[in-house]
């Protein structure tokens, strides 16, 4: 038997359904056993405690690890999915991402004002999937703690290290500023340097006007002839990017800088 979740921790956790609460005590929710489990085995540290419903009986969880239990009632209040899977943790947001960002020699993301949080989540999939673990948030882009986002990026916070990002914090990093937008160079031809940021943009809008000044780079994905769609969505184009550039980086053992 575990101990029952209180009424304070009821409380709080509700009240990390909004975002200016999430950030004030730099903690959200991560709900569904996958996800729990890559914390678990992967960045441990960063569970406060784990809080199931009364009914799951299966899961066991390694000793260090605070774990609660809930009434099904309220961890069906407490739950962000329609269908709940009976576990959740709270979780701290790593200090990390609010730091400013530090120079480095490795390839990351930046997102400059996406705003659909199931575009970000299946980006931050994309990007661990292809071997791109630093990302950085810009202005206006979805808060990549929330509920939606989460359970979209399907496990993939544990691997990836994210860091808010202004425009002026952007101008200022190392390497190549890559922006994908319709009117570029043709991505099936371009080489990819070792460092730098590739940028996608707003569902609607496209990358801003300050970061197309601060772009060194260019890219498009080209229609096929005779297409009539209009435009790819975000998380496609940005899967289809990290697609050509693994390739490159497969074909390439020596990248150019």
Partial sequence: MFPILSRNQIKFI???KQKKNRYKFKNYVVEGEKLIMDL???RPSLIQYIVIDDGIRHLSFPDGISVYQSDHHSFLELSNLVTPQGVMAVCAIPDHYFRSIQRNHAFGLYFDGVQDP???????????WFGVPHILIG???ADPFSPKVVQAAMGSHSYLTMVKCSHQELSETSGAIISAVMDGEDAFEYAWPRTGVLVLGNEGQGISATVARLSTNRITLPA???AQTESLNVSMACTSLLTLRHKYQQSNKQ???
Avoid at 118 to 128: D, I, K, P, S, W
């Fill in 14 to 16: 509700r009240s990390l």
């Fill in 40 to 42: 678990v085995r992967h």
């Fill in 118 to 128: 199931g575009n970000l989540g299946t980006m931050l999939r994309a990007a661990e």
């Fill in 139 to 141: 202005p206006g882009t």
């Fill in 224 to 226: 096929a002839a005779g």
């Fill in 255 to 257: 990248m150019r800088l």
